[in-house]
């Protein structure tokens, strides 16, 4: 057995060593037992968000660092090798303002739209990621919001919603996104209908009700991808939090002309954590698929704080526990501010690039992930997996060449001692405090 070690505190972070054995002061042993024959959902991957915030920070830096950002994320022998990711179509928040590519307002024919924005620096920052990564990348394309002029409210920010006169616009522009970014060498995976279709924001954000969101897809969006050779791109509703997503899942798929287009439900963490709600969807629609499609640590950029890892974990671990078949990070990198963000919403990201200095940070979360996105590969089978210890947290795969991934996390200030029962034998060991542990069965 490998075992590849994270330790709040010390220079382990995705490092290859040993568990320490128990010993007596560690109280009573964990079982943590792993059934591979008992197989669950297949993996599509892990991965973040390609963002304008993310490009230009990176494109800030020298080209050697460039390049080592991209190792850590998409190089799958030296870094995680990342499979799944996410764009914005149009401008988001972590953007250095709002923009549209439809911004001629009344073009109801698209004559004028173009994504001359995104070929200044995101689509360069993508093809380089594809340069480095040995699988094609699955990409993920959302909308904050429509052009402003399509809208109730008239601007991208502050919510309102989508005028019902522009609905087969607005669907010609996924048409047209696919399309361009096709164009470039840049395939796209799937869409979804809107980024937290329930949130006013001061940043670029636009309001959808369960009916407006299944309506779109039925008579619109879904309908629009298959007229132009596009129906094998995935569609993806709610892409909010986990407190909703099984109301909107019932209203959309309760209608079967919109529940024909769409792939699945996406959902993010901010809020009450709401697991049970990931698990009550695909109890409810086990046709459909789930998947994570954004988290970070609000709040400012969060220097070297361990936290920002546990929280990562155990998200990944919860999720993954309940059918989700992929988990998308937000911005795969800010600057040393959290940034930028045109309205000031700065955040952390795994790496933060110091643009003043020309050099990178990687915060726990980076290696958190890693304990999954560097050893569960695409294909694999999310495999039966229980501890008789809440504290002892863990998830296991079986992946496509048939080696076993367990991956353990300890967010308790005392090491656990625990026994991992396989069909092939038993190991003790101990999992240190503030830890996390994969362990890679052959």
């Known amino acids: 057995m490998r075992t590849f070690l994270t330790v709040h505190g010390t220079e382990l972070r995705l490092t290859p060593a040993q568990l320490p054995p128990c010993t007596p002061e560690m109280g009573s042993t964990a079982s943590l037992w792993v059934e591979p024959s008992k197989t669950f959902q297949i993996m599509e991957g892990f991965g973040g968000a390609f963002t304008e915030a993310a490009a230009h920070s990176w494109m800030k830096l020298s080209p050697p660092q460039r390049d080592a950002v991209m190792k850590a994320y998409f190089d799958p022998v030296e870094g995680h090798g990342y499979t799944f990711c996410r764009v914005h179509m149009n401008s988001c928040d972590f953007a250095h303002g709002n923009y549209a590519h439809a911004a001629t307002p009344g073009d109801l024919s698209l004559a004028h739209f173009s994504i001359e924005r995104d070929e200044q620096a995101l689509l360069p920052f993508i093809l380089a990621a594809q340069s480095v990564a040995r699988s094609p990348i699955k990409i993920l394309a959302s909308p904050w919001s429509p052009p402003a002029w399509m809208k109730s409210n008239g601007q991208m920010n502050h919510g309102g919603h989508l005028l019902p006169e522009h609905r087969d616009a607005w669907a010609q522009c996924y048409v047209r996104f696919i399309q361009a970014y096709a164009q470039h060498g840049v395939p796209i995976w799937g ?213 076993v991934v367990v991956v353990a996390m300890n967010r308790t200030e005392q090491a656990l001692a625990f026994t991992l029962t396989t069909p092939v034998g038993a190991h003790q060991a101990a999992l240190p405090a503030r830890s996390i542990a994969t362990l890679l069965l052959p």
């Open 191 to 403: 869409v979804s209908v809107q980024n937290e279709p329930m949130a006013v924001q001061r940043w670029d954000s636009c309001i959808y009700s369960a009916e407006e969101e299944r309506d779109f897809v039925r008579d619109y969006l879904g309908p629009q991808l298959e007229a132009a050779g596009l129906g094998d791109v995935k569609i993806i509703i709610w892409d909010h939090n986990r407190d909703l997503m099984v109301e909107r899942a019932g209203t959309v798929y309760a209608d079967p002309g919109a529940a024909k287009y769409i792939w699945g439900t996406g959902f993010h963490w901010y809020g009450e954590d709401h697991f049970d709600h990931v698990q009550l969807v695909h109890d409810a629609w086990p046709d459909k698929q789930l998947l994570f499609t954004e988290g970070c640590q609000e709040g400012g950029p969060h220097h070297d704080s361990w936290d920002l890892g546990e929280r990562y974990a155990r998200s990944m671990i919860n999720d993954i526990s309940r059918w989700t078949v992929g988990w998308i990070d937000w911005n795969l990198l800010l600057d040393q501010h959290g940034g930028p963000n045109h309205v000031g919403n700065y955040c952390s990201a795994p790496i933060l690039a110091h643009t003043d200095h020309d050099s990178f940070d990687l915060q726990s979360s980076y290696h958190y992930i890693g304990h999954f996105a560097r050893f569960v590969q695409s294909g694999a089978r999310r495999i039966l997996c229980a501890s008789t210890r809440e504290a002892l947290e863990a998830t296991a795969f079986v992946n496509p060449d048939g080696g």
